[in-house]
DNA sequence: TTCGATCATGAAAGCGCTTTCAAGCAGAGG
DNA sequence: CCTCTGCTTGAAAGCGCTTTCATGATCGAA
């Protein structure tokens, strides 16, 4: 039994190869009765159409591609998880890839989903490497950037949030409540343009209360668990300890957390600590983190609206700001009274 | 500016297409120095193959398939990761889809796929709509079942572990320490083999000792934080309320705890849990989840290398039975002496 | 009834690549 | 010096589908 073709429908059915394509892609555009039963045909036949001589002769696959920097990370997940569905409404299916956080990486990867023929590609982060962009342009592929609102290059849309503004306000919350002494455990700046706008947002909301930020209050760490219980017992350890450490991620938050469970340092009446992402877990963690909650899933969900309308060239796909709300939870109270 | 094909290359090179063709494909067939001034010659035109039709000549397009219930929950997104991590590294590219636990969507989705041109389609758990297996035969395209070792149709190889004994292993360690009234809350059995066998092996380990298990401490649940939360209450709430609760995942386990600490009860002085998955917070809760380690990550690697290799017609695609420990923590302990 | 306009259909030309197949060519052996 | 072998290379035939383009068929209006 070998491959049944367009061809073979067409016989079956007594018409052209034309009409039976047209039957199943353009079905307006063919006499109900004879559409009917070509599909029928097809159907009895078992037909499966061939993806690569479709794309070859249509120049589109209907394939969307994604790179995010790892799926090891729920955030990510979720946010894959909703554009896969979303393209799976509109018939489309999506290629993924991940890039370890490595530019280089990622440029490889991106060629091999321009190879395959993606019709759009969704990225997080604005900060990529020059290859990135040629490829993109030249091959005349749209992209959407996520995860930020600012740093693509014009004509690239974004769907994301602010990451300055979201760390900001977690660092204007913990000056109401009283906190001076604030540290922070930053994730790896290169080629992470989140990374480093959180860490900005920070310094920025110190420096409009005029409260200077000591440089051994501020390190960068890789996003794990294990980072920031090693980094949270680190800072502890200084002479004038932070009263407040705000994390660049829920990772490092919940490393954090464990540790100072170990050290015996009550959370958050001795010390404050903040996350970032709202992992489901994190409103169940003990005690519930304090973190800013990233829209994963409705970037995903626009960003596969904004790839899908751009390919048919039918929306001028425009820029999307997301809210990203502190979640005020049980890791953040006032710091101790001073000894 | 136009899409560069293999002819400009050819021109540019000036050799002829089969040339080219054979310098990026089976570089040992062309000499050397052709070799090299043709791939010089690509760089330097910025070609990009057009991977659609390269499928349609070649018959294999170099994409991989894989079918997951969903992408929320981290265990299937950490087997994702490294099924696509490995296959980069063999120059696969990963073509996603997910069911939501819906055998007619998993059928709907794997006809995307093929008709994608996949070389190969990974699978979990062995229980699937019947047009699933005749699609798989009839498009001839090689298949790896994960999550189990048993149910997939002979010549399907499983990479996966024993769903069964698992929580057998978890019944026998509660009974040793003492229990005696031991609930489950159970993931949907409908179209899920894996949650099927979990609750077998609650009912294995239990009748080995000689143990009724009453129609009442077993109930089926949706996989969520929100479920488990509110099915301990239910189980609390009874007249001869269980001592230990084993957990479909950890998902559910995480409810729970979190309902136990609500109600007052004290884990595991008062009450036992045990969750399934070991997803990385799970050793992060407080208390730590005693939970069964799901090897998640191993899949998706040796899922990849099984379909890579079947795809080239190398290995006889053989099963692999992985193991699945039970983690010992902090949320089992033995019973509260009987008052 | 007749004419033009509209609609449904078929024939055929590719889409860009891989892969036989055959030819060219250089070196080895007689 | 000639033939045979083995290695490179080019020519060309598709892979299965979409999509003009052209041709009948159909319908409403005059």
Redesign the interface.
Known sequence: ?KKITIHDVACAAGVSAATVSRSLNLPDQVKPAVRAHVIATAERL?Y??????R??ASRR???VGAIVP???N?IF??C??AL??RL?EH?R??????S?YDPAREAR?L???????VDGVMLVGADHAAAVW??LA??RVPVVVTWTTTGAPPGVPCIGFDNQAATRRLVSYLLDIGHRRIAMIAGPSPGNDRATARVAGVREGLARAGIDWPEEYRVERPYS?AAGRATLIEFMSMPRPPTAIICGNDHLA??A??AA?GMGIRVPAELSLTGFDDL??AA???PALTTVHVPAAAMGRQAADCLVAAASARAGPASVELEAPVMLRDTTAPPPPIR
Do not use: K, N, Y
């Open positions: 039994m078992g499966l159409a061939d993806g690569a001589a794309a070859l696959s209907g394939a790892t799926l090891d729920p997940a979720t894959i998880a896969q569905q799976d018939g299916v999506l290629l993924i890839a991940s370890g990867d060629r091999g989903l321009l190879e395959r023929g040629h490829l030249s091959a668990v919940f490393g957390l464990a469970a489901d877990f169940h963690a003990t």
